[in-house]
T-cell receptor
Framework: RKEVEQDPGPFNVPEGATVAFNCTYS??????FFWYRQDCRKEPKLLMS???SGNEDGRFTAQLNRASQYISLLIRDSKLSDSATYLC???????????FGDGTTLTVKP | GAGVSQSPSNKVTEKGKDVELRCDPI?????LYWYRQSLGQGLEFLIY????????KSGLPSDRFSAERTGGSVSTLTIQRTQQEDSAVYLC???????????FGPGTRLTVT
């Protein structure tokens, strides 16, 4: 079993739709959680950190459930420019190492 | 300010040759990471450096892979006797300490023929 698991998709949604991605992690010592976005043939870029209380950044909402070792990302009012691969990242800060999920691919269509 | 830079952007080499990949982190970032991403796959952790501490080499796939970080800044990833399975994009990231957000460079696309 992989340390960080994501549904690979692809998710194909129309503009304006709401879409949610899930991620589970197996290492209970994990302390920090992130969502990154990666466009085709580009480097990953930080989308948002994920806090225990949940956090929102515009159309994006991230939530963490430590008991279930589960992270989610909700995108509201999808735009064409949201089309990308979304990577779930889990980090044991003391160890320094980050573990990336394989990503979930989103395509937003007109 | 300047982000993470990597060179070369593309490298084609023959099987059996050695290659060196360079990473220039964001100024002031004490932590530096190397990852590898094969086509259609997720990121695979290779190694990280934090300040003057011994690097965590736990992700290096074989003893043909090594990395240095000189003066706490620039890092070089060396792959000796390259094999075709080494073909991938090699990504470098840096952060302000281990707890900081990681910022990635554009990567080096390595092709071993």
């Amino acid at each position: 079993r992989k340390e960080v698991e994501q549904d690979p998709g692809p998710f194909n949604v129309p503009e304006g739709a709401t879409v949610a991605f899930n991620c589970t992690y197996s290492n209970s010592a994990s302390q920090s959680f992130f969502w990154y976005r990666q466009d085709c043939r580009k480097e990953p870029k930080l989308l948002m950190s994920v806090y225990s209380s949940g956090n929102e950044d515009g159309r994006f909402t991230a939530q963490l459930n430590r008991a279930s070792q589960y992270i989610s990302l909700l995108i509201r009012d999808s735009k064409l420019s949201d089309s990308a691969t979304y990577l779930c990242v889990v980090k044991n800060t003391n160890a320094g190492k980050s573990t990336f999920g394989d990503g979930t691919t989103l395509t937003v269509k007109p | 300010g300047a982000g993470v830079s990597q060179s070369p952007s593309n490298k084609v080499t023959e099987k059996g040759k050695d290659v060196e990949l360079r990473c220039d982190p964001i100024s002031g970032h004490t932590a530096l990471y190397w990852y590898r991403q094969s086509l259609g796959q997720g990121l695979e952790f290779l190694i990280y450096f934090q300040g003057n501490s011994a690097p965590d080499k736990s992700g290096l796939p074989s003893d043909r892979f090594s990395a240095e970080r000189t003066g706490g800044s620039v890092s070089t990833l060396t792959i000796q006797r390259t094999q075709q399975e080494d073909s991938a994009v090699y990504l470098c990231a840096s952060s302000l300490g281990l707890a900081g957000d990681q910022y990635f460079g554009p990567g080096t696309r390595l092709t071993v023929t």
